[in-house]
């Protein structure tokens, strides 16, 4: 059974970091492009960040792009999002998730092969 589980979600005044964790367990994260979707309240869902983890290339969508950082830890199962100069339009609820390529993540409705349930965050202005 594939199961994404995110922490770290919060809490944080504009201007402020936060890093995101996502334990995988049940696939590879060799075999994924892995990243990350978040969804605001009346909002659709946006894909913001994604790593392919066989050359370590990051991808970002133009909203989050220089603030934050996606990242992974194959040897520990995990992938990581810095978000750093948070604004209060950050505010939403963050999915890892695992596709087949950085497309299916960050071009139009983002459809991955697995997510998890995510984990909120609000930005305070």
């Known amino acids: 059974e594939v199961q994404l589980v995110e922490s770290g979600g919060g809490v944080v005044q504009a201007g402020g970091s936060l890093t995101l964790t996502c334990a995988v367990s049940g696939l590879r994260l060799d075999s994924y492009v892995m990243g990350w979707l978040r969804q605001a309240p009346g909002k659709e869902r946006e894909g913001v960040a994604c790593i392919t983890n066989s050359r370590g290339t990051a991808y970002y969508s133009n909203s989050v792009k220089g603030r934050f950082t996606v990242s992974s830890d194959n040897s520990e199962s995990k992938v990581f999002l810095r978000m750093d100069n948070l604004k209060p339009e950050d505010t939403a609820n963050y999915s890892c998730?695992?596709?087949?390529?950085?497309?299916?993540?960050?071009?139009?409705?983002?459809?991955?092969?697995?997510w998890g349930a995510g984990t909120p965050v609000t930005v305070s202005s």
């Open positions: 998730v695992a596709g087949p390529n950085p497309f299916t993540i960050l071009s139009g409705p983002p459809r991955p092969d697995y």
